[in-house]
């Protein structure tokens, strides 16, 4: 939402918020990434995700090499984990609320946390683009899910649904028109 894009702080690298996240608590900020599992714990649901550079708020690149690392996103209200699958590229608009260590694997891993105001599924989107019924677009600040979080920084709500415009298919061809032809010569 444009209400939303003016608090981003645009000015915060995804590396300067991986080497201290603590200095950057309470900014808005717009990360991508790749999904690398997603669950729900007993007051949130909590998405690790593989930073990926960014591009137009979407991934740039598949390119896991070039991650500069791992975060976690959360919500408070209630978000199936299995509406974001692993693999799944998303961009999360969030607040910073600190950060959490982990074990990863067989050592220690400090993830910033986001708290999300905003998510995107780019793998929705895309989908719904290349539908072939009557394609949903929708707009480049519309998550395909609606809304996630406080709208707009006023009281808890969910399921508002997300404007989208709706294209009808092209009209089909007229049908060639009747020829008189004699009953005997038309085709059974």
Do not use: C
């Not at 209400?3 to 996240?21: G, N, Y």
């Amino acid at each position: 939402p444009p209400e939303l894009e003016k608090q981003i702080d645009t000015s915060v690298t995804f590396a300067d918020l991986q080497a201290a996240p603590g200095n950057y608590v309470g900014r808005v900020v717009m990360v991508g990434g790749v999904v690398i599992k997603a669950k729900r714990t007993k007051d949130q649901t909590e998405i690790e995700v593989l930073q990926l550079p960014t591009e137009g708020g979407g991934p740039s690149t598949t390119d896991r090499l070039r991650s500069e690392g791992r975060f976690l996103a959360v919500r408070e209200e209630f978000l199936d984990p299995a509406t974001v699958p692993p693999g799944t590229p998303i961009t999360v608009i969030g607040v910073v609320s600190g950060s959490t260590t982990k074990p990863l694997d067989d050592s220690e891993y400090t993830y910033p946390v986001l708290d999300i105001k905003h998510l995107i599924d780019w793998s929705t989107v895309a989908s719904q683009r290349s539908g072939e019924s009557a394609a949903t677009f929708y707009g480049p600040y519309y998550s395909p899910f609606g809304y996630w979080g406080r709208p707009y920084g006023y009281y808890p709500y969910f399921g508002r649904p997300s404007p989208f415009f709706t294209q009808p298919r092209p009209p089909s061809p007229p049908p060639p028109p009747r020829q008189n032809i004699p009953p005997r010569f038309r085709k059974r």
